[in-house]
């Protein structure tokens, strides 16, 4: 239920393409765009099995992926609140017979919280089959959400409430842009003014200096959101898993880690440390002092 919920927010909105024109109401084209989903998954699987994290995209370039899907949906959702009355001639399908596998595949390149930790199964099977395997066979397991939001998306561009799916997929374009430029550090940057950092009760090993800090991953986020340690000494950092969800990944020091884990840091200079979840929704600080 998690992976259906979180991909049909971040991925769905590439099914705004199938319906940029009139041809798009075809519901073969739902299945088209299903069917190039689950070839790009099952072949990223397969490479990943193979190849292991050499293959997988690091933490900024799915930023700009994201932020390059939300322009697209918003793009799409102008071009639907455009539209205007048309009727779709023979000739006028075979394009989007093209593009509706085409978008299907691209979704592999916007990714979402539970397509992240997929990824990391398929990496550390090892094997090509086995990764294939259990990337295919996430993506069965959310087809029929994706094709629920084709069918409503096709009877709504028949209807005057083409502006109002248009006006929400551009807010869900907004949010994927969001997503995207929070993932990469360049918005959100400096722990919340309002917040102060609560300490963690760090406790130090003998003759190391390292210290220890908790953060719990919910659904709502990574609590305490602003956690304190001291400057200059090793830290680790215990992630403990609450509830599975687009948290259960987390991005910190450049890397990406699933959850539960403990993540041990170098000596950090005075100033904020900030970590992500794997789709950007989510962020939490660790203040060195």
């Not at 049909?8 to 075809?26: I, N």
Request: proline letters at 7%.
């Amino acid at each position: 239920m998690a992976g259906t919920a979180s991909c049909t927010a971040a991925q769905g909105g590439l099914l705004m393409g199938l319906v940029e024109h009139c041809h798009g109401r075809d519901p073969a084209l739902v299945g088209w765009f299903l069917a190039g989903r689950l070839a790009s998954y099952t072949t990223a699987g397969a490479l990943l099995g193979l190849l292991g994290s050499a293959v997988s995209l690091p933490p900024a370039a799915r930023a700009v992926l994201l932020v390059a899907a939300g322009l697209t949906v918003i793009v799409f959702a102008v071009r639907l609140m455009r539209r205007g009355h048309c009727a779709a001639t023979p000739e006028a399908g075979a394009p989007s017979r093209y593009k509706a596998p085409l978008l299907g595949a691209a979704t592999i390149l916007v990714p979402c919280g539970v397509t992240l930790g997929m990824e990391m199964i398929a990496i550390s099977s090892g094997s090509p089959v086995a990764g294939a395997a259990a990337m295919a066979g996430f993506v069965l397991g959310t087809a029929p959400a994706f094709a629920l939001l084709g069918y409503v998306l096709r009877r709504v561009s028949r209807t005057r409430l083409a502006r109002l799916a248009a006006v929400v997929a551009v807010a869900a374009g907004l949010w994927t842009v969001g997503a995207g430029l929070t993932l990469g550090g360049w918005i959100g940057g400096t722990p919340p003014a309002a917040s102060k950092p609560l300490p963690a009760a760090p406790t130090t090993g003998p003759g190391s200096g390292e210290q220890s800090v908790t953060v719990w991953a919910t659904r709502e986020g990574y609590r305490p959101a602003v956690v304190a340690a001291r400057a200059g000494a090793p830290v680790e950092v215990v992630f403990k898993l609450v509830d599975r969800g687009c948290t259960g990944t987390v991005t910190i020091g450049g890397r990406d880690v699933a959850l539960p884990a403990t993540v041990r840091l170098p000596p950090q200079p005075k100033g904020a440390l900030r970590y992500v979840c794997g789709m950007g929704m989510y962020a939490g600080f660790i203040d060195f002092s």
